[in-house]
């Protein structure tokens, strides 16, 4: 049962033009990142839900916050705004947290459009300057120059 609500999940755009069918309320377990956190459940309606899933953030790329910066010290820069991003994650990602799902991405991921009570948290990253509009492929954002 479990694989075909994932089937569900993963091909969802390909079911409905209308990506309104596809949002979900959740409650958050952790933040990897700026661009990724990980749910703890995701309420699909009529008492099914996804548990532990990680979410990348929908058309943004923000700094790396997991960089060894004894081995790459030119980018403690980038690792000092990615903190930052992954802790304005943390204060505005209380209370009603949304997700508007758009399937998988390379990683198995859900890619997704992430809300809070202040709204889209994409965009609310990239008013602060900690995130940049990225839709896959090469990164070309240099972080902290």
């Given amino acids: 049962m479990w694989f075909i609500i994932e089937k569900l999940l993963q091909n969802n755009l390909k079911m409905s033009k209308s990506p309104e069918a596809f949002v979900y ?3 958050l377990r952790s933040i990897t990142d700026g661009d990724t956190i ?3 459940t995701i309420d699909l309606g009529f008492s099914v839900q996804l ?3 990680a979410v990348r953030i929908n058309g943004i790329d923000t700094p790396e916050s997991r960089i060894n910066i004894k081995r790459y010290p030119e980018r403690a820069k980038e690792k000092e705004l990615g903190l930052l991003a992954k802790q304005k994650l943390k204060d505005w ?3 009603d947290i949304t997700i508007r799902s758009y399937g998988t991405d390379k990683y198995g991921r859900v890619l997704a459009d992430v809300f809070c009570e202040k709204g889209n948290v994409a965009d609310l990253l990239k008013k602060e ?3 940049v509009d990225y839709h896959g492929g090469t990164k070309t954002k240099k972080w902290g120059k």
């Fill in 25 to 27: 309320k959740c409650t």
């Fill in 38 to 40: 990980r749910l703890q």
């Fill in 51 to 53: 548990h532990n899933k």
């Fill in 93 to 95: 990602l209380v209370g």
């Fill in 129 to 131: 300057n900690l995130a």
